[in-house]
């Protein structure tokens, strides 16, 4: 094997392991509940903590599971929402964006 290739080669796992390759692989952030865009629509990780005298038009089964703008599994854990755009949110969750799916 030349000197070259034989160079290339073992490099690769620090190549594959440097930092700035690593943040290609991070799973997307949570959106939490103290984030302003968060505050905003009143978001809460679980719709059983929905203040219903502040919203009004809330009611149960209404979660993240079974909105419109979800995507993922409907089993406690995180899914996509198309409001937080790449972000996550629990399946359990809700905010007054809410939009039941069809
Ligand atoms: S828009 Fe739907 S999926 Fe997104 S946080 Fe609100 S209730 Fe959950």
Not at 16 to 43: F, K
Not at 65 to 85: I, M, R, V
């Amino acid at each position: 094997m030349n000197s070259l290739r034989r160079r290339w080669i073992l490099r690769i796992p620090a190549l594959l392991t440097a930092p700035h390759l690593s943040s290609l692989y991070a799973a997307p952030a949570a959106v939490l509940e103290t984030d302003p865009d968060a505050r905003a629509v009143g978001y809460v990780t679980d719709a059983k903590r929905v203040d219903p005298a502040r919203y009004p038009l809330y009611s149960a089964p209404q979660q993240c599971a079974n909105c419109q703008l979800f995507s993922g599994a409907a089993d406690g854990g995180p899914g996509l929402c198309t409001l937080f755009k790449g972000r996550t949110v629990t399946s359990n969750g809700w905010c007054k964006a809410y939009q039941a799916a069809i």
